[in-house]
């Protein structure tokens, strides 16, 4: 099991472009929560999708969306692209069922707004 | 608001002497607190979570809710202990999300 993947690895977009993170999550897991994380910072976090649904969201504006798909992967969209979205961006995968949910994070995406 | 506090950016120390990680915490209800540890080149991964009450790889944290803390110790430190470390606190319902304080250098040299 090669754990929670993250593509890509690195991104570089201009301001006001539209950009798209993929994740999927550990074998067996059905829960993707995804975090942002500033240089400098502790991750914050930004929503939770479960049953292809969004399930909590932090305070983050309505240009951050999500989907998760019935495979359990999720995308992470962000439109009109600001300089301060530049970070790394992380998802982590858990298991709802069970109730457990710990959860386990993948390598990141490192977005760079130019 | 719930927050999370590790107020040293940098922690470095000597192999073999101790150390403790601080980590305070604001919230009303009953939490769960974690440590994530993220090493050089690698991910972010579960160090310990309070409801445990283990030992890993030598380090332990016991919550104090009337400090409201959960100072991560480990009694001699290691070479490899050096890494980020990262005090999380999970709100006392199922699935909720992490809210994570700004994490903790920690250099161990010899």
């Known amino acids: 099991d090669a754990g929670v993947t993250q593509s890509p690895t690195h991104l570089i977009k201009t301001r006001g472009q539209q950009v798209t993170l993929r994740c999927s999550p550990k074998s067996g897991h059905d829960t993707v929560s995804w975090y942002q994380q500033a240089l400098g910072q502790g991750p914050q976090f930004i929503f939770q999708?479960?049953?292809?649904?969004?399930?909590q969201r932090g305070n983050f504006p309505d240009r951050f969306s999500g989907h998760q798909f019935p495979n359990y992967s999720s995308e992470l969209n962000v439109n009109a692209l600001l300089l301060g979205d530049s970070a790394l961006y992380l998802c982590?995968?858990?298991?709802?069922?069970?109730?457990?949910?710990?959860?386990?994070f993948g390598p990141g995406t490192r977005l760079t707004v130019t | 608001a719930q927050r999370v506090t590790q107020p040293e950016k940098l922690l470095s120390v000597f192999k073999g002497a101790p150390v403790e990680l601080k980590c305070n915490y604001s919230y009303s209800g009953s939490p769960e607190l974690f440590w994530y540890v993220q090493y050089s080149r690698q991910r972010l991964q579960l160090l310990l979570r309070h409801i445990s009450r283990e030992s890993i790889k030598g380090f332990t944290a016991d919550l104090n809710k009337g400090e409201t803390s959960f100072h991560l110790k480990k009694p001699f430190a290691q070479e490899e202990d050096s890494a980020m470390y990262y005090c999380?606190?999970?709100?006392?319902?199922?699935?909720?999300?992490?809210?994570f304080g700004k994490g903790t250098t920690l250099s161990v040299s010899s």
């Open positions: 999708y479960y049953e292809e649904e969004e399930r």
């Open positions: 982590a995968s858990s298991l709802r069922r069970g109730g457990r949910y710990e959860q386990y």
């Open positions: 999380a606190l999970r709100r006392g319902q199922a699935g909720t999300a992490l809210i």
